[in-house]
């Protein structure tokens, strides 16, 4: 059993910058795929970004490619996610998501473990 804990959100205005940060729980951190979901009201979860057991090789939905960056850190069972020139619509609960695997999938279904959630706010 993993657990994954989210941190760092919070209220920023338009143009400002978020870095979430997931720790998990386990020994076996490098062994497992990671992404990141967001929720806003009234939307379905949709796939932010994405990142392989090694973090060679990422992903990123085009609604955020170019302002957002995600990593870890095997060594402290940590995958990071850096929102930079934030925007109004980007506000939404940002969930992290963990299973074990080598490909990188953009499918919520996919992942086994997820984290509860840390809300961001970006003001106009």
């Known amino acids: 059993q993993v657990q994954l804990v989210e941190s760092g959100g919070g209220l920023v205005q338009a143009g400002g910058s978020l870095r979430l940060s997931c720790t998990a729980s386990g020994r076996t951190f490098s062994s497992y795929r990671m992404g990141w979901f967001r929720q806003a009201p009234g939307k379905e979860r949709e796939f932010v970004a994405g990142i392989n057991r090694s973090g060679g090789l990422t992903d990123y939905a085009d609604s955020v490619k170019g302002r957002f960056t995600i990593s870890r850190d095997n060594a402290n069972n940590t995958v990071y996610l850096q929102m930079n020139s934030l925007k109004p619509e980007d506000t939404a609960a940002y969930y992290c998501?963990?299973?074990?695997?080598?490909?990188?999938?953009?499918?919520?279904?996919?992942?086994?473990?997820w984290g509860q959630g840390t809300q961001v706010t970006v003001s106009s």
């Open positions: 998501a963990g299973t074990i695997g080598t490909y990188i999938t953009r499918t919520a279904r996919s992942y086994d473990y």
